[in-house]
Nanobody, 123 residues
């Protein structure tokens, strides 16, 4: 299983970015997906998760109302639309495939990870 995350970059505060995560070797229609992030010097933290069908989502309080996760099972790809970005969103963002169809907030609930994509928000 391989997850390829891309779409990161440098953006000004208040701007938007869209991350994508393309999967191969696993059919995402049967598994939940999640996005985590890790800022420099901090632990990796849960950002958002989406269940196997794409109908149920879970957001960290820090991104609720600003970030939107979506899943295109036909393309085996997950997206993270990030709006109203601020400096606290600066981090390496990782997509991950859950062990089941239900996304969790814990790292151990995911068994495959993408390589990470850097998001830098300038203030």
């Amino acid at each position: 299983v391989q997850l390829q995350a891309y779409g990161g970059g440098l953006v000004q505060a208040g701007g938007s970015l869209r991350l994508s995560c393309a999967a191969s070797g696993r059919t995402l229609s049967s598994y939940a997906m999640g996005w985590f992030r890790q800022a420099s010097g901090k632990e990796r933290e849960f950002v958002v998760g989406i269940n196997w069908s794409g109908r149920t989502t879970y957001y960290a309080d820090s991104v609720k109302g600003r970030f939107t996760i979506s899943k295109d099972n036909a393309k085996n790809t997950v997206y993270l639309q990030m709006n109203s970005l601020n400096a606290e969103d600066t981090a390496v963002y990782y997509c991950a495939s859950a062990r089941t169809g239900i996304p969790g907030r814990l790292i151990d609930e995911y068994d495959y990870w993408g390589q990470g994509t850097q998001v830098t928000v300038s203030s």
